[in-house]
């Protein structure tokens, strides 16, 4: 069986790389087809592996500024011969789903998110751009969106990477769509016995991901917070930060590692469409305080894992913290916060993932 792993783009390591690099475990023998490689920036397993380029590889400055090609990646996927292959699997957040697979090819969609850009945070990238991609914008996105919708037709199964997604994919593409959660390495976390009185706030700086609100509730309740993470925002948020508010930027593993496992809790008031951290901090033993929307609802559990608030405020936040404070019960033990982030460890998505594939090409 000849099989292709189809990936928006290959430009870092985050946690769609890390579903790349286990359905390569998987398929050892896979192609990996995307519009973008910079080789320096990926892991040796996808190093190891042959990578085909759309056409978008080859145009002027496309290993950094891709993403101005997005108007060109439709055409750009729909180029790529894909005869030769039985099994394709795309990985959905930009434009993946798109090729033009055999008739007789299973195509199994895992998507991390219908494109944010020209959907549910159309609006908002809108606003941020710059005035001639603000002017160009209403015109492409709705060129892309007639694209979008087409192509999801040409998916034999779509996986999604929460129930958040699945419901999007139901709204956008009208599909239904399997939950099969992202891996986490949740062995490579451990529960540490010192605990410290401080809060956690982890991850990059950028607006969607409210550090924002982190901070205002921060500087009201004068709790402590450790902010791990750079990005955009860092500058404007460590100049309002009270002296209770510690930035430490980026951190190596061992020491990421370590304020996991010792934090009081992780603060995650952002809405994601799955979030990793919250897992690697349970896996850890310590709770999460998140907002509940997105991908959180999946994997905070009141009265297991974590707290949640439902106002995307600081005063709601705040709130939030007070219970926790105020009532122990609200969660368990380390232990059982940690079993619970074992149930989304990377050898449970890939036991998924084969037999959702076995169950597709049994029923083809």
Same mark, same amino acid.
């Given at each position: ?16 790389? /890390?579903?790349?690099? #286990?359905? %390569? ?31 978008? !590889?080859?145009?002027? !400055?496309?290993?950094?500024?891709? @993403? ?7 055409? #750009? %996927? ?51 751009? !710059?005035?001639? #991609? ?34 999007? *994919? @139901? ?15 949740? @062995? ?35 709790? /402590? ?23 430490? !930027? ?5 020491? %990421? ?31 999460? *305080? ?17 707290? %949640?608030?439902?106002? @995307? ?6 709130? #939030? &913290? ?14 059982? &916060? ?13 036991? /998924? &993932?084969?037999?959702? *594939? ?7």
């Amino acid at each position: 069986m000849k099989v292709a792993i189809v990936h928006y783009w290959l430009v870092g390591m985050r946690g769609g790389e /890390k579903v790349l690099e #286990a359905l %390569l475990d998987l398929f050892p023998g896979a192609v990996i087809v995307t519009h973008v490689c910079d080789r320096e920036k990926v892991s040796a397993k996808v190093r190891k592996h042959e990578v085909r380029e759309t056409f978008i !590889g080859r145009l002027p !400055g496309a290993r950094k500024h891709y @993403q101005k090609y997005l108007p060109l990646m439709p055409l #750009a %996927l729909e180029q790529m011969d894909m005869q030769e292959f039985d099994l394709i699997l795309s990985s959905e957040s930009g434009p993946a789903k798109g090729i033009v697979p055999r008739p007789d090819a299973l195509h199994v969609c895992y998507c991390h998110s219908p494109m944010r850009y020209i959907w549910d945070h159309y609006h908002s990238y809108r606003q941020q751009a !710059g005035g001639v #991609a603000r002017m160009a914008m209403p015109f492409l996105a709705h060129r892309l969106r007639v694209w979008d919708v087409t192509t999801a037709a040409r998916v034999d199964r779509f996986v999604a990477n929460s129930s958040f997604i699945r419901d999007r *994919i @139901q709204t956008y593409y009208r599909r239904e769509a399997e939950v099969i959660f992202p891996p986490v390495e949740t @062995q490579a976390f451990q529960i540490s016995n010192h605990v410290e009185n401080h809060y956690l706030l982890a991850g990059e700086m950028v607006s969607y991901k409210r550090a924002d609100l982190a901070i205002d509730a921060f500087n009201a309740s004068g709790r /402590k917070l450790v902010v791990v993470g750079d990005g955009e925002m860092r500058g404007v948020l460590e100049k309002k930060s009270c002296p209770n508010i510690i930035f430490l !930027g980026r951190v190596d593993n061992a020491e %990421l590692k370590r304020q996991f496992a010792t934090c009081r809790a992780l603060i995650f008031p952002g809405e994601e469409d799955f979030g990793i951290v919250p897992v690697e901090v349970m896996a850890s033993g310590r709770p999460v *305080i998140a907002y509940g929307r997105g991908g959180a609802l999946d994997t905070v559990i009141e009265g297991v894992s974590g707290v %949640l608030f439902h106002e @995307q405020t600081a005063e709601a936040l705040n709130l #939030a &913290i007070d219970r926790f404070e105020k009532n122990p019960d609200l969660v368990k033990d380390p232990a059982t &916060i940690r079993a619970l982030a074992d149930t989304f460890d990377v050898e449970v998505f890939k036991q /998924k &993932i084969w037999a959702l *594939i076995a169950d597709a090409r049994a029923n083809a």
